[in-house]
């Protein structure tokens, strides 16, 4: 699995831990998501471009780096892609966001587009695509095609958890786009969960179950 960012830290994999238990509340996984979104942002920005800027420190003048934010684009696929999006929107506030709604077709599992919003200038960004669950790898594939109609110099995909058929879904459509994952689980089941797992990210997010 080349391509595959394994995020092993103990912190990550701690938290990951209490977020699968079946009785953790709403409040503790959209709690624990957002800590592992910060933490996972570490990760997936550590090669992120930097330029020089002049600093003026008490004591003299000097040159020192700086992240251009403004040139990072978040995208987060809807709706569970916003507990990872909080996250890391906290340690890089300057970065655009953009939006793409997507549903699982029951029947098919294929994904189907709802919402598309992306900011302007595409072309002269790195795109970070968030979702917690690279599961059948559908909606991601479908996201990452839609991105890259927009050509923007980079794209990176961040997720929780994933399984093998969804490494290797994405993977075959889109074998230049990096996978960062805290996880990779056992199977997908039939009806397009990943196992072990822990259920519906969405559900579990925003409590709707
Ligand atoms: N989406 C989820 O929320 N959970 C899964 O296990 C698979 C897809």
Do not use: W
């Not at 294929?110 to 790195?126: C, L």
């Not at 599961?135 to 927009?150: D, I, P, W, Y």
């Not at 459509?173 to 797992?197: C, F, M």
């Amino acid at each position: 699995m080349s391509n595959v960012h394994l995020v092993s830290h103990p912190l990550v994999q701690h938290k990951l831990t209490l977020m699968r238990r079946k009785d953790a509340s709403t409040n503790s996984f959209r709690r624990l998501l957002n800590e592992i979104s910060m933490l996972m942002a570490y990760e997936v920005t550590r090669d992120m471009p930097m330029q020089d800027i002049e600093v003026e420190t008490p004591l003299e003048t000097m040159q020192a780096k700086v992240i251009d934010g403004k040139k990072l684009v978040l995208v987060s696929i809807l709706r569970a892609g916003t507990g990872i999006l909080d996250g890391m929107l906290t340690v890089v506030p300057g970065a655009r966001v953009g939006h793409i709604g997507l549903y699982r077709d029951p029947k098919t599992l294929t994904a189907v587009e709802y919402y598309f919003k992306m900011p302007g200038e595409m072309e002269n960004r790195d795109v970070i695509v968030v979702d917690p669950m690279l599961a059948t790898g559908n909606s991601a594939v479908a996201a990452v095609e839609r991105l890259k109609e927009l050509n923007p110099k980079s794209i990176k995909f961040v997720c929780l958890l994933t399984c093998p058929e969804g490494v290797a879904t994405m993977q075959k459509a889109h074998p230049d786009v990096p996978i960062y994952t805290a996880a990779i689980d056992r199977e997908l089941n039939s009806h397009g969960y990943i196992l072990p797992g822990l259920g519906d990210a969405g559900d579990r997010i925003f409590g709707t179950k």
